[in-house]
C-alpha cells in the first residue's frame, strides 16, 4: 500500500497537540486540519451574534446540545478573535459543520464572513517541506553557495525567519555568524536520533545567509511543536515575535494553511492589518499540497489591499525549468524559486547526529509527474508509514554531520527573500516593498507550471541539478 502521507502528519501533529482533538476537513478530505468542536469568531458583538445564532440552531437540531455552546478563553484579545465551543469533541461526530451552517443565512445578510473553523497553521501537512532532509555528500558545496556581499552592519537588511527555532550548533556554519534567536526547544529524542522537522528554521536562515550576507538574521521559534499551531493562537505568536526586535525589513515564513476560502484566515485579521501600516514585506512559501487552492498567509499576496506587502513563493524542481511536482501554483502564487534539492546547513558540525525516517517514499511520484522527484528519491522506508502487517524492514537511518539537501516551498521563500533582500543592498534601496515591486519588475525569466509560464527569480550562485526522466517500458 502506497503511503498515506497526509495521514501520517495527522497523527504525528495531533500527538504532538495531546490536549486539542483535531479533524480533517472539509468532510473528512485531506487538504487542512482543524480543531474539533470550535469556531471563532470577532471579538464583541460578532462573537455574541454566533454564540447565540449557534445556541438557537442547536436547540432545533435533534441530537445536538444547545448546552455545549460556551465562549472559551478571554473576552478579547490582541488577534482580534473568539474562541466558540460549540461541541464536546469526544462524543463523535464533529459539530462544526453544522455550526458553520448556522450562520450562513446572517452571513449573507452582512455580506461578509462570521464564523470560520478554527485551522492548524504547520509547516508538515502533506508535505511541507516538500520531503525529509537528505545527508549532502562529503565534500558538496552548499546550493545555493554563499554569495560574495559583504557584511557591513550599519547597512545590513534585517530578516526575521518564524519558524521552529535554532540548532544548538548553527554557530560552526560561517554563513550563520550574524544569526540570533531562539534555540530549539528539544533536538533529539530519549534515544539520541534527531527530531522530526529540527532544522527547518536552522535551514532557511542558511538560505538566506547564502543568497543575502549582508543580512541580520533572527530566527523565532513560533512553531517548534511539530511546526504546527492553531489558527486562535498564530497572530499573537506573529505579534511575539515581532515585538521581541520590532518589525523587521522582511519575515520569511514557510508556514501555512489553506481553508476553502478567497479571503483569507480570520485568526490573522489583526497581523494582516497590522503588517500592512508597518514597512515590513511578508515573504510567505506557497505550500506543498500541489494545489491551486489559496494557502495563507501567503495567497494574501492576491488580495488588493496586500499585494505590495506580501509575496507569494512557489518552488521549481532541481533544473529550475519547470514547477516542482509538490509546489502550490495558481495565480495568486507570484513567484517561483528553486526549492528542490536545496543543499544547506542543518545540524551536526561538531558531533554527528543520527535520523531516523519517518515517511516512506513512493514507487512513482504521487502527483502524476514524470521525472524522478522527491516523492521517489532517494528511496527510505520510514516509521510513519511502515506496520508489521505490511512486512517492511527496518526503518532507514542516517547521520547527519552539518550540511543537508532539502526541498519544499519552505525553502524557495527564503531564497526569494535573500534576493529581495541582497536588491536591497545593492541598489541601497531601504524600503523591502520597493525592492519587491522593482525585483518582480525586473523579472525577464519564466519556467512553465501546469501550462502555464510564471515568473522566475534564480541566485546567481544557485546551481541546476539535472532532472532525470523514467525509461518508459514498451
Known amino acids: 500500500m502506497a503511503p498515506q502521507r497526509f495521514h501520517e502528519q495527522f497523527g504525528h501533529i495531533q500527538r504532538a497537540m495531546p490536549g486539542t482533538a483535531l479533524a480533517m476537513g472539509p468532510d473528512d478530505a485531506a487538504e487542512f486540519l482543524y480543531e474539533k468542536g470550535v469556531v471563532l469568531a470577532r471579538d464583541g458583538e460578532e462573537a455574541r451574534l454566533v454564540e447565540d445564532t449557534v445556541r438557537r440552531h442547536f436547540t432545533d437540531t435533534r441530537g445536538l446540545v444547545p448546552d455545549h455552546v460556551r465562549r472559551t478563553g478571554p473576552a478579547a484579545n490582541r488577534t482580534g478573535v473568539t474562541r466558540i465551543r460549540v461541541g464536546d469533541p469526544g462524543l463523535g461526530e464533529d459539530v462544526v459543520p453544522h455550526a458553520l451552517g448556522a450562520l450562513r443565512e446572517a452571513e449573507g445578510r452582512q455580506g461578509r464572513r462570521l464564523v470560520s473553523r478554527n485551522h492548524v497553521v504547520h509547516i508538515a501537512v502533506n508535505a511541507c517541506p516538500g520531503d525529509e532532509p537528505v545527508p549532502a555528500r562529503h565534500g558538496e558545496p552548499p546550493n545555493p553557495a554563499p554569495a560574495g556581499t559583504p557584511y557591513d552592519p550599519a547597512t545590513a537588511v534585517g530578516v526575521l525567519v518564524v519558524d521552529t527555532g535554532l540548532v544548538h550548533d548553527h554557530g560552526s556554519y560561517p554563513p550563520l555568524a550574524h544569526t540570533t534567536g531562539d534555540p530549539q526547544a528539544v533536538e533529539t529524542g530519549p534515544d539520541g536520533v534527531l527530531r522530526q522537522y529540527v532544522g527547518h528554521g536552522t535551514f532557511i536562515a542558511g538560505i538566506v545567509a547564502a543568497v543575502a550576507p549582508n543580512t541580520d538574521i533572527t530566527v523565532r521559534g513560533t512553531l517548534a511543536d511539530a511546526g504546527a499551531v492553531l489558527e486562535s493562537e498564530f497572530g499573537a505568536r506573529l505579534f511575539d515575535a515581532v515585538d521581541q526586535g520590532g518589525w523587521p525589513d522582511i519575515i520569511s515564513l514557510s508556514a501555512g494553511t489553506s481553508n476553502g476560502r478567497t479571503d483569507g484566515l480570520l485568526g490573522l485579521d489583526a497581523f494582516m492589518r497590522e503588517l500592512r501600516e508597518q514597512g515590513t514585506l511578508l515573504v510567505a512559501a506557497a505550500g506543498n499540497n500541489a494545489s491551486a487552492n489559496p494557502f495563507w498567509p501567503a495567497a494574501y499576496a492576491a488580495l488588493p489591499e496586500y499585494e505590495d506587502c506580501v509575496l507569494s ?10 514547477g516542482a511536482c509538490f509546489s502550490n501554483h495558481g495565480p495568486w502564487v507570484r513567484v517561483y524559486a528553486p526549492g528542490e534539492r536545496l543543499t544547506g546547513a542543518l545540524t551536526g558540525f561538531r558531533t554527528p547526529v543520527p535520523y531516523v525516517y519517518q515517511h516512506s517514499t513512493y514507487d512513482s511520484c504521487r502527483y502524476g509527474f514524470e521525472y524522478v522527484c522527491t516523492c521517489q528519491y532517494p528511496r527510505h522506508s520510514g516509521v510513519l508509514s511502515e506496520t508489521p502487517e505490511s512486512g ?83
Open 313 to 322: 513563493v512557489g518552488a521549481l524542481r532541481g533544473d529550475g525549468e519547470s
Open 392 to 474: 517492511a524492514g527496518k526503518p532507514d537511518q542516517v547521520m547527519f554531520d552539518g550540511l543537508a539537501q532539502w526541498s519544499g516551498t519552505s525553502f524557495a521563500t527564503p531564497v526569494v527573500a535573500g534576493l529581495v533582500a541582497a536588491h536591497m543592498t545593492a541598489h541601497k534601496e531601504r524600503d523591502p516593498r520597493a525592492a519587491r515591486a522593482q525585483l518582480l519588475g525586473s523579472v525577464r525569466e519564466s519556467a512553465e507550471v501546469r501550462g502555464a509560464h510564471v515568473p522566475v527569480l534564480r541566485p546567481a550562485t544557485w546551481r541546476p541539478t539535472p532532472v532525470a526522466i523514467p525509461v518508459q517500458s514498451v
